[in-house]
């Protein structure tokens, strides 16, 4: 068994789900309470999460970041909001990365990773 992490291994080589019409108006976006799928939050029990409270949307942005589809993503973020919550998330630098390419190219938005 591999135990260090690689350009192979570990979070760098996860695809980050940045799809291009994240946008759209359709699906609606989710509000509310959300409980994340198991792919998303594989880690301990189920959790409520309020999106109305700043440091619950804080986590769900992190966790759909770094660990959702393209579906939760179009479902779960907002890029306005993203974009509010920019500076406080925790995520990978491929993340950042990604999702500062995105406004770069959509909104001409120039983000530090």
């Not at 189920?46 to 479902?75: F, I, S």
């Not at 779960?76 to 500076?87: T, Y």
């Not at 995520?91 to 990604?98: C, G, I, S, Y």
């Amino acid at each position: 068994m591999v135990r260090t992490r690689s350009l192979t291994l570990g979070p760098a080589s996860r695809p980050v789900a940045v799809p291009d019409d994240v946008e759209e108006t359709r699906p609606k976006k989710a509000s509310g309470q959300v409980v994340l799928p198991f792919h998303i939050r594989w880690s301990g029990p189920p959790l409520t999460y309020d999106l109305t409270d700043r440091a619950d949307r804080a986590r769900v942005y992190e966790q759909v970041l770094r660990e959702g589809t393209e579906e939760d993503v179009r479902y779960i973020i907002d890029v306005d909001v993203l974009l509010d919550l920019w500076d406080d998330l925790v995520l990978p630098p491929t993340v950042r990365q990604a999702w500062a390419a995105w406004f770069k190219r959509h909104r001409k938005i120039d983000l530090e990773c």
